[in-house]
C-alpha cells in the first residue's frame, strides 16, 4: 500500500470521529522513550529523544500530534518530532503573536 493511499485511508478515518491517536506510530512503543524523568543527564535526554524522534519521522499523524502539542501547550516529553525544548521554543514564540 502507498503512503499516500494509506494517509488518506487515515485522514477519512480521522473525519469519520476516529482519534487520530489510535494511527500514531508510538501507540505501542514504550512511553519512557517519549518523556524523560528529573535528573536525567543531558547525554541520555539526547539520546532517548533521538530514538524517539526516529519513531515519528515514520508516523502518519505526526502533524496532528505536534498541533495537539502547541494547542495544549504541553511541552512535556517528545510530540510531534519535537523534543521538550523545541516544544517549550514554539509554544513561546506562539504566544507572542
Known sequence: MSEYFEEHIVREQISDGESWEIF????????DLFFGYEGERAKERNQREAAARAICDTCIVRSDCLEAALELEDS?????GMGSRQLS??????NQD
Open 24 to 31: 500514531s506510530a508510538c501507540a505501542s512503543k514504550n512511553p
Open 76 to 80: 512535556y516529553g517528545v510530540r510531534g
Open 89 to 94: 521554543k514554539l509554544i513561546k514564540v506562539r
